[in-house]
């Protein structure tokens, strides 16, 4: 554990998460690495700068977008080769989850440089966070922007036993809501977090049939970037018939936490529906 300034190593490459929204989620950590950096490489200078500026933070930026970031690593590979440090910021949140980063951390990597974690806000995490699901997850981040393929990724998500997480930008919001609902039907639950951190900020919650009306009924729930969270599939019969056959063989061994913790691994189904299954069996049996 570190409890004092930690400054930029010479030679190294740091990868800095910055606020999706509000300027005091930035970490002492960070703040350390920007005020010492030789060099910040930032997916928009004018941006960053503007944070920087907050921050009374006085620095060398160089642009590494997502138009430029081949060349621009090839660049900055060489300036830590120099023994020269550099920190790496995207717009918001953490580099390379939907923003550029990537390829940077790849090519130093493989010239052997040192590529450092600065941890922070990041727009899924804090929207998980808030979801109150138990379930696994996979993000996606942003699904094609024409109806054609958007429908046709959905449609290989559709059945995995998984919560999805999308970013969607403001002018794509409704067209990818509407194919939300047509591929993954009415019932599943989509939480709308937008504006996250933020003066703005909203959460909702309601069913895929609802949320286009959601959205309409004022022009202020389609403003701002938007993370997007789908509950897992309801479970099928035959789903719900694999998981009682999953819960019975480790219910005769296991407390009904361990069976239905175990079971949710192995089934992909819901903690929490798994749990009441487990107690109506359990008490199926005491009545027998």
């Known amino acids: ?49 503007g ?30 080769q120099e023994g020269k440090s550099v920190a790496y910021v995207s717009d918001a949140g953490t580099p390379g989850i939907s923003d550029p980063g990537a390829r940077l951390v790849a090519a130093a990597r493989a010239a052997g440089v040192a590529v450092v974690p600065i941890p922070g806000a990041s727009a899924v995490a804090t929207a998980l966070s808030v979801s109150g699901l138990e379930s696994p997850w996979l993000f996606y981040g942003f699904l094609p922007a024409k109806s054609g393929g958007r429908r046709r990724e959905l449609e290989s998500l559709r059945d995995l036993p998984y919560a999805l997480v999308f970013y969607e930008a403001p002018h794509r919001v409704l067209e990818t809501v509407a194919d939300l609902a047509v591929v993954l039907g009415g019932e599943r639950r989509i939480l709308f977090a937008r504006e996250l951190t933020k003066r703005f900020e909203q959460l909702h919650a309601c ?37 009682r056959r999953v819960l019975a063989l480790l219910l005769e061994e296991l407390p009904v936490k361990q069976a239905t913790h175990l079971a949710a691994k192995l089934t992909g189904a819901r903690k929490n529906v798994l749990y009441s299954l487990a107690l109506e069996m359990k008490q199926g049996e005491s009545h027998e």
């Open 207 to 243: 069913p895929l049939a609802v949320a286009q009306a959601w959205l309409e009924e004022d022009e202020n729930h389609q403003r701002g970037e938007f993370v997007l969270v789908l509950d897992p599939p309801t479970a099928r019969e035959d789903d719900d018939t694999e998981a």
């Open 51 to 80: 944070l920087l500026t907050a921050y009374g933070i006085s620095a060398r930026l160089t642009p590494l977008h997502e138009h430029n970031e081949q060349a621009a690593a090839v660049r900055l590979v060489a300036t830590l």
């Open 1 to 49: 554990m570190f409890d004092t300034p930690q400054a930029a190593r010479p030679g190294a490459l740091y990868i800095v998460a910055t606020p999706i929204g509000n300027l005091r989620d930035l970490t002492l950590h960070a703040l350390d690495v920007l005020r010492t950096a030789d060099l910040i490489a930032a997916e928009d200078t004018r941006n960053t700068q």
